[in-house]
Every structure is written in structure tokens, then in C-alpha cells.
Nanobody
Framework: HVQLVESGGGLVQARGSLKISCTASAPAFSHYCMGWFRQIPVNEREGVAAIDSDSITTVYADSVKGRFTISKDNAKDTLYLQMNSLKPEDTAMYYC??????????????????WGQGTQVTVS
């Protein structure tokens, strides 16, 4: 399993921006499909965005398309999520996740083998 540590969450005003990060401890970070998920209490974990190992293909939830950008820096073993035009409904705990080869998407959180502890994003 890959160890993942999220950072960069916080309180931001509506229409503001925030960039969260996820640093991985993995011998071959560049080989992983990476995803961002979010969850609020009593709700299921929701897929936000995913990026394949080569950073060629990205997918986004309809609710964040055009506002969020997922990227990864393989040299730094770090995944990012740039969030613009934030809305109060974006408030959630944000988790990064990693998986090996194969399908890379956000519709099935269970296919991701490794998860971070989360970073809280609150939009007021």
C-alpha cells in the first residue's frame, strides 16, 4: 500500500480558491492512478477527480467540472487539487487515494487500495 498524506485544507470564502496537496510515500508514484474524493457526515464518499498514471487522462465529477483541476508532479510524488470558484456545498473532508493499473475513475471508491487521512475544506 501507498502512504498518503493530505495537506492544504482550511476555511475559505465562497467564490475563493484553495489548492490541496497529497504527498505519497511510494517507490513508483508515477505508476499509480490517483483520485480525490470528498465526504460529509452521513453521506457516502463522493468521487471528485481522478488522473491516470501518465497524467494524460483526467476525469471530474459534474459538480466540479470547470472549477477544479487535478494534477500530479511525479518528481515530487505529489498530487494536487486546485479548487476555484468554491461554493458552500464544496465543504467536506477531502481524501486522496491511489490504485495500480487498470480503470482509473471516480465512480467506484472501492477500487482504490490506499487512502490518506483527509484534509478538511470549509467554504463559508
Amino acid at each position: 500500500h501507498v502512504q498518503l498524506v493530505e495537506s492544504g485544507g482550511g476555511l475559505v470564502q465562497a467564490r475563493g480558491s484553495l489548492k490541496i496537496s497529497c504527498t505519497a510515500s511510494a517507490p513508483a508514484f508515477s505508476h499509480y492512478c490517483m483520485g480525490w474524493f470528498r465526504q460529509i457526515p452521513v453521506n457516502e464518499r463522493e468521487g471528485v477527480a481522478a488522473i491516470d498514471s501518465d497524467s494524460i487522462t483526467t476525469v471530474y465529477a459534474d459538480s466540479v467540472k470547470g472549477r477544479f483541476t487535478i494534477s500530479k508532479d511525479n518528481a515530487k510524488d505529489t498530487l494536487y487539487l486546485q479548487m476555484n470558484s468554491l461554493k458552500p456545498e464544496d465543504t467536506a473532508m477531502y481524501y486522496c487515494a491511489a490504485k495500480g493499473g487498470g480503470y482509473c475513475g471516480t465512480d467506484s471508491p472501492e477500487i482504490f487500495a490506499s487512502w490518506g487521512q483527509g484534509t478538511q475544506v470549509t467554504v463559508s
